[in-house]
Every structure is written in C-alpha cells, then in structure tokens.
C-alpha cells in the first residue's frame, strides 16, 4: 500500500468515527447535518464530534479530576493541531484535515474548549450568577461550531453570523435545561439554574458560605425563565432569516430542534423530570422530528 493510499485510509476511518460519534450522541444534529451540501459535511460533522468528545469528557468518569484531564488533554491536542502537528486519534486527524482545507478561525476551537474547561473547574458549589453568564456558556460550546461551519462552507455574512449566535445560545441554554436530571442524578444538585432566577423562585439556599439551588414546586418555574430566554434568541435569529444568504440556512438547521425541544418542555408544563422529555428525539417521535427537518429544509427555512 503507498503511502498516500494509506492516509488517505485512515482519514476516510477518522472521518467515520466523527460521523458515528455524532450519531450516537448527538442525533438532533446528526440530522441536520444531513441536510448540508455533500462539500459542508466532513468539516461539519468534524466540528460537532469535538464537541461530543469534549462534552463527554466530564460525563464519563466519577472523578471530575479526571474529567478535567482529558479536557486539559484536548488542550493540548488542538494546540498541536492548530501547529500542523500531527495526533494520532480519530477526532484530530479530522480536524487537521479540515484546518488544511478551510479558512477557519482556530479561536473559536480554543474558545470552546475554555469553557469546557472552565466549567469544569468550578467549585462543587459554585452556579451561574445571573442568565448572561449562562448564555456566554451556550454562545462558547453551541454557537462556536455555527460560526466555524459557515466559515469551512465559506459563508461570510454578519446576519448568517448573528443568527448563528442566537441560535446557539437558544440551543445551548435548552440543551442545559434538559440535561438537569442527568446532573441531579450525578452530583446531587442543580448546577445550571442561574442565582439570580433561583431567588426569584425562592430555590436559593444559601448555608455557610455555600450557595445551591433547592429543588422545589417552583423549579419549572426557574425552567420557564430561562426556556423564554432561549425562546427570545429563536425568535431573534428568525427576524434575521429574510437577510441570511440562502447558502447559510442549511447550517442554520439547528433552530428546528431548539424549537422541538422548546415546545416539549411547555408541553410538559417546563417539568424537567418528566421522562417523556427523553423519549424519541427531544420528545417527539423520530419519524416526526425528520418531518419537520424536511420541510424546513425543502422551504428553505430554520
């Protein structure tokens, strides 16, 4: 086998990985990625596979300390990239393919994984003070592989890039609130309802020095409060959709499962327990939820 035969293997190996490990955790978008023009896709599905290595690397272990490696080890490993260097895992062969191939801004790769890391290094009791701290969190993990999947489709457009912005914070914020009974199984406790919307809802409990967030009859409440945020940043990056050049909606798909997520959580009155949250895709049955993604798409709309 030659050499080039040989790379060209194990890229064509790496790039499957990245499309199985979306697929596998990351269904809603491995979707819409679908959708995207066949040039758009190994850059796409390349993103969004570091972003389920990197979401994964605390959820895997019982140690966070070793959570906090692994993403610490990314670090490094985009840092070596970003160099030319090469590293020899699936997700990094991908992402140095795709770097040698587009003018993609490696800042929002390190913008990422800084609040991963970030995040990941808070105190036990430390949760977010206020609702654009956790929408910076949604913007840093969610609206990065947005902006980094326009710019490998060469897509340079301010209004695809602010639409790209609300509609990852509208994502990231809904994704948080759906995570919260996996966190509460894990830790113990709520760790992403803001303070500021807990002392509203009378949840803030704060004892020694320590501040949490009780659980308590208004917690869907505290969940509608930061639900309408996101449901804000939808119907902002909506208004925007007459200006988005028509190559950006595909990209832009992602607002269809924000949206399917928005409207299962009012469906079952914001009540993040309940289990039909879980079932199917974001609630809906899957055949349902392509439906909706197909017409979008066939309309040309987010």
């Known amino acids: 086998m030659s050499g080039g035969t040989a790379v060209s293997g194990s890229l064509r190996t790496a790039l499957s990985y990245c499309v199985q490990q979306v697929r596998s955790y990351d269904y809603h978008n491995y979707l819409c990625l679908l959708h995207l023009p066949p040039a758009m896709r190994k850059a796409a599905f390349t993103f969004r596979a570091f972003n389920v290595e990197t979401a994964k690397a605390m959820d895997v272990v019982s140690d966070p300390r070793k959570g906090l490696m692994r993403l610490l080890w990314w670090k490094d490993v985009v840092d070596k990239v970003c160099a030319g260097k090469k590293v020899e895992h699936p997700v990094a062969l991908a992402l140095s393919s795709v770097l040698s191939e587009h003018k993609v801004s490696k800042h929002w790769l390190k913008r990422s994984l800084e609040a991963r890391i970030n995040d990941g290094n808070r105190d036990d009791d430390a949760i977010p003070e206020n609702i654009p701290e956790l929408e910076r969190y949604a913007e840093d993990t969610q609206s990065t592989i947005l902006y980094m999947t326009l710019q490998a489709g060469g897509i340079q457009s301010t209004i695809a890039d602010h639409a790209a912005s609300h509609i990852g914070k509208a994502s990231g914020l809904l994704l948080l609130l759906k995570a919260l009974p996996h966190h509460v199984s894990k830790q113990g406790k709520i760790p992403y309802i803001p303070a500021s919307v807990a002392e509203e809802c009378g949840l803030l ?98």
């Open 205 to 302: 409990a704060r004892e020694g020095g320590r501040t949490e967030v009780r659980m308590g009859d208004a917690l869907p409440d505290a969940v509608f409060k930061v639900a309408s945020v996101a449901e804000a940043h939808l119907q902002k990056a909506r208004e925007l959709a007459a200006s988005v050049p028509a190559e950006a909606v595909p990209v832009l798909l992602p607002a269809v499962p924000a949206q399917v997520l928005l409207d299962s959580l009012r469906r079952r009155e914001f009540n993040v327990f309940d289990s039909r949250l879980s079932s199917g895709v974001h609630g809906i049955s899957p055949l349902w939820y392509q439906l909706k993604l197909n017409w979008h798409s066939w309309r040309n709309k987010y």
